[in-house]
């Protein structure tokens, strides 16, 4: 039998699963990625997480892996936010490691690039998926491929959408990200309450800690408190506006929008998003795109993996 | 002697030339559109400009064209602003009648494909073109090839930089264009006039009529005129906004500035506009993109659809 494995390299843990050359799931692994003890534990541990997978069974074809961070030439980690590598060649080692062929890429392309390879939409040319979690990501296919433009592209969270708004992590101001992701929705929150606004908000607040979750946001939201609804309603129009943005640019086929909080709440803010967005789009070009819920949650990562690699080797 | 045909046809005049096979113009010719006679006459005044251009001596290996509105499978002309073209399929018309391979594109995306395969920049995989005239159109090149999506992608004068801002005439609001176009620059001239602003832009727009010429708005900036100085530096701060967001977002190697704006003072504009991207990129992504001005003026529309049926035919 013959199979592929697809790596998922967190901040903080490392997800792994050898796919049969179906794409079924034949055995999967997690562990902590332990970045904190330095690149040399982090790299034991993707070594620990592909040991345990491979099978004698089973002739591994190739690996596929996405890692946060700027990726170069589907081989080299230029720098990642949270895990200690700088300009570290992860192709080098692992296919020597291994003896086979071995791709790389960020972490939210792969993501996508898994959501929008099992998509319902089996004819889409050109997508953009955007996720909304502790940041705002994004990612780009077109003509069926992942786009990385010079190995940055996708930076949809930064695409400013009130120019002299809210700061932003980036260094940035008015930037999506500190409207619509969960660190922005925090903020406005906090800053709310300090007002002197009542909400339930501030309960879960202190049960979440560093980040609320999204299955608070969901409670609150679904509560009717008004902040809540509020400040949801306040990332959702600014989701709307770059999606319009984004439509009369690229003018896509589908839209994948994922992230923590569109798997909880999804269903509800995605008639608000595309309401902003037909606000702003060139008449006709929203007509033609479908706008999608990500469906794989966090198995995204390692079946995206497993497509890229998969199409590496039949492009060969 | 074999050689290509170039066309541009625009909403006033449709402009030609005759090629060799090394992109040298042999021979010229510009005739009115007359898109208020009607369809017929339209493709009557194109067939006397290529008619005219024909040469015993030399073979016609195919014939390329840019034409404003949807264009689609570089064949039909689905909807035009300003010639009433439906649903028009123009390539079977001219590759019945000149038997001949024909390829058609939109007016902006040519001039692009133009300027950028004749950029000083010969290693340029992705790029955007940006084009400050009457409106504020765009382009986009990925992977060397023109990106259309569904057949309207580049309309980067209707990203939203202002999401409650100044109504555009596309039923938007806070659009680039709505700013940084000659149209949204005059609304705002006019609208301050009105209010009782002193600028010599009075005489020039009384004299220009209908919109403001390029050279008018320079004069005046020129003579650092006060009203004009604050429209075009809020014209510049609206298109660095735009440029950090496309930065960002799809991480290009070049971006070309041009159209009429830019083509009289983009030397002085461009510094603005950069100023303001770098307020707006993620660090890094700027320093891998070079700004241009474009430079074969109106000859681009008619150089780009030589380059468009010339790698067509290499690609076959």
Known sequence: MKGYIGLDIGGTKILGALFDKNGKVIKRKKKKTKANEGIDKVKEQIFKVVGSLIDDDIEILGIGAGS?????????????????????????????KYNTKFVLGNDVNIGTYGEWKESGKKDSQNAIGIFVGTGVGGAII?????????GGAGEIGHMVVNPEGAFCGCHGKGCLEAYSSKTGIQKEIIEQI?????????EYLEEDGDIIKSSSLEKAYEDKDELCVEVID???????????????????????F????????????????EKEARRHTMPGLLDSVDFELSHLSDDAGIIGAYHLIKDALDED
């Open 68 to 96: 946060p961070g700027i990726i170069k030439d589907e081989a080299i980690i230029t720098f990642s936010p949270n895990i200690p590598f700088r300009d570290f060649n992860l192709k080098k080692i692992m296919e020597e």
């Open 142 to 150: 077109i003509d069926r491929k992942l786009y990385t433009g010079k």
């Open 194 to 202: 300090k007002k002197g606004r009542k909400t339930a908000l501030k």
């Open 234 to 256: 306040r990332a959702c129009y600014y989701l709307g506006i770059a999606t319009g943005s984004l439509i009369n640019i690229l003018n896509p086929d589908l839209i994948i």
């Open 258 to 273: 994922g992230g923590g909080i569109m798997e909880s709440m999804g269903k509800e803010l995605l008639p608000l998003i």
